[in-house]
T-cell receptor, first 111, second 116 residues
Framework: GQNIDQPTEMTATEGAIVQINCTYQTSGFNGLFWYQQHAGEAPTFLSYNVLDGLEEKGRFSSFLSRSKGYSYLLLKELQMKDSASYLCAVRRETGANNLFFGTGTRLTVIP | DSGVTQTPKHLITATGQRVTLRCSPR?????VYWYQQSLDQGLQFLIQ???????AKGNILERFSAQQFPDLHSELNLSSLELGDSALYFCASTPWGRPTDNYGYTFGSGTRLTVV
């Protein structure tokens, strides 16, 4: 089976940096995705990691360590509009062809 | 607009009733995935179809069923509805049978089902 853990809630200040962690246990790992989801809306793609290391995309970066089953999403220069849930999802190499999602981390950005 | 269309956007119905949720995938996508998201819960995988055939099944209740039609749109049927079935139901699509490297899925905007 799969197990994906993320903190339930985080709060950070506008302009600051926040790191959202995700740990996973799965067989046949083949990639980790981060999505942003505003309340009541569809998830939107943020980043994808399949190899170890850091992927940077503007204010957002994502890191993966396959040996540790660990990823984080780094958000810099936080803006109020970044208040949302951040979902970590794992893709497996074989077997089920769907993504397995964590419960998400609800980030609140305060002035 | 993601290109994945879900209807209706909102649905309110009584316990014991049956409803049908509809999803049209992005143009050219062959695979459709259905997910349920209850309050404060993660996205729970229900079922996947690829080019008209069932490809994978998750924690889908026996009261729920789905199908994908020749024009590739999909319908999720929920019957004998219970209060606990109230949730957001998302449809997602991909070009082939697996989440892509570039973006994983393209999600629709969801159907919010309220059972009263």
């Amino acid at each position: 089976g799969q197990n994906i853990d993320q903190p339930t809630e985080m709060t950070a200040t506008e302009g600051a940096i926040v790191q959202i962690n995700c740990t996973y246990q799965t067989s046949g790992f083949n990639g980790l995705f981060w999505y942003q989801q505003h309340a009541g809306e569809a998830p939107t793609f943020l980043s994808y990691n399949v190899l170890d290391g850091l992927e940077e995309k503007g204010r957002f970066s994502s890191f993966l360590s396959r040996s540790k089953g660990y990823s984080y999403l780094l958000l810099k220069e936080l803006q109020m509009k970044d208040s949302a849930s951040y979902l970590c999802a794992v893709r497996r190499e074989t077997g089920a062809n769907n993504l397995f999602f964590g419960t998400g981390t609800r980030l609140t950005v305060i002035p | 607009d993601s290109g994945v269309t879900q209807t209706p956007k909102h649905l309110i119905t009584a316990t014991g009733q049956r409803v049908t949720l509809r999803c049209s995938p992005r143009s050219g996508d062959l695979s459709v995935y259905w997910y349920q998201q209850s309050l404060d819960q993660g996205l729970q995988f229900l079922i996947q179809y690829y080019n008209g055939e069932e490809r994978a099944k998750g924690n889908i209740l026996e009261r729920f069923s789905a199908q994908q039609f020749p024009d590739l749109h999909s319908e999720l049927n929920l019957s004998s509805l219970e209060l606990g079935d109230s949730a957001l139901y998302f449809c997602a699509s991909t070009p082939w049978g697996r989440p892509t490297d570039n973006y994983g899925y393209t999600f629709g905007s969801g159907t919010r089902l309220t059972v009263v």
